[in-house]
């Protein structure tokens, strides 16, 4: 750097200065990523420096060359630190760490999903054990039950013994239950999800009644065949339900973001959780995937209690070392650094 850019500064600032253009090149030719935190906090500190040398440079006014140098420098430091998220250049992340730091955000709404799931529960269960007539209420014909297959149902062992021991289907009958299944889940989902924006309040009610359909449902087995519908739902389950409950946390952020915009415009604070929300959505779309082929394959077969169970076993581990890696993940690869943004910003201003 010539010596005439910087000659009202002394040798301790060109050293500052080489510092702050040194690490400025390393985050604009794609390696900021490499950066450390320490590093990150050390441009930040040339910066606002740097600024506060523009302003004494521009008062004197006397080296226009020293002027223009140490601005273009405090504008790339500015787009660095402050308007990281204006850039379009900037390489994306990895899905996998989006995913991880999006569920390290929104784990509160999540465990909201699941809570209102389990309260419908809850509510089903209760409802159908004080009045086993409200199972008809409860439970729409359109979930391929009807009045004369719920009345068997309720007034015979038999015929749930045999709904749940399965009598084994075709190939073809197989491939177009999976479809339907997934269709009509994902259905359920993605309407959780887009009704989020109603200020959440169909989401929640949708939610609650996805739980007391599954509440309701289990009382007619729970007594006499606890073990053996356990076998025959988790399997399916438990990928089909942590979908719902992902898609029902889309949607509640999106009711967030209408009904509690904060100090932000309400189209702001829309369009940040949309981007969350997508993204839980989109992981929740391989397990409907997931649920649907175990539950044509698998639920409607002939495989014994303890092959479901161990299935089920299987499937809980999995999506319990999943969610500990992403939150792993999210620790080891999210680093926040808006307070930079922000300090560097005030400086800038």
């Keep these: ?69 140490v601005n273009a420098l405090c504008v790339r430091g500015y787009g660095l630190l402050y308007a990281t998220h204006a850039r379009t250049g900037a390489p994306a992340a990895p899905l996998a760490t989006r995913l991880a730091r999006t569920l390290a955000i929104t784990w509160p709404a999540i465990a909201v999903a699941a809570a209102l799931l389990l309260g419908g529960m809850v509510v089903g269960a209760a409802v159908v054990t004080h009045n086993p007539d409200g199972v008809y209420a409860l439970i729409p014909a359109e979930l391929g039950y009807s009045t004369e297959h719920l009345d068997r149902l309720t007034t015979s062992p038999a015929a749930r013994r045999e709904l749940l021991t399965g009598a084994g289907i075709g190939a073809g009958h197989t491939l177009f239950l999976g479809s339907y299944l997934f269709v009509h889940n994902t259905r359920v ?30 009382t007619l087995f729970w007594h006499e065949a606890s073990l053996r519908f356990v076998a025959w739902i988790l399997p399916h389950a438990i990928p089909e339900l942590t979908a719902i409950t992902l898609c029902a946390a889309g949607g509640l952020l999106l009711g967030g973001a209408i009904a509690l915009p904060g100090r932000r415009r309400r189209v702001e604070a829309l369009q940040e959780a949309a981007r969350a929300a997508v993204l839980l959505v989109g992981a929740a779309l391989p397990l409907f995937v997931l649920a649907a082929a175990i539950e044509s394959g698998v639920r409607e077969s002939t495989v014994g209690v303890p092959v479901r169970l161990l299935l089920a076993a299987a499937l809980a581990t999995g999506v319990a070392v999943g969610a500990l890696w992403l939150r792993q993940l999210a620790r080891r690869r999210q680093r926040d650094t808006s307070w930079l943004r922000e300090e560097s910003g005030t400086a800038g201003r």
């Design 1 to 69: 750097m010539p010596a005439t850019r910087i000659s009202r500064l002394d040798d301790s600032a060109h050293t500052d200065t080489a510092r702050f253009e040194a690490l400025l090149d390393r985050a604009d030719t794609g390696r900021g990523a490499a950066l450390t935190f320490d590093e990150w906090r050390e441009l930040a500190r040339l910066y606002r420096l740097h600024t506060t040398r523009l302003a004494r440079l521009r008062e004197h006014g006397d080296d226009p060359a020293a002027i223009r140098h």
């Design 189 to 218: 989902g993605l309407l959780a999800f887009a009704t989020g924006v109603l200020a959440g309040i169909p989401t929640v009610l949708l939610q609650l009644y996805n739980g007391i359909l599954l509440g309701a449902f289990a």
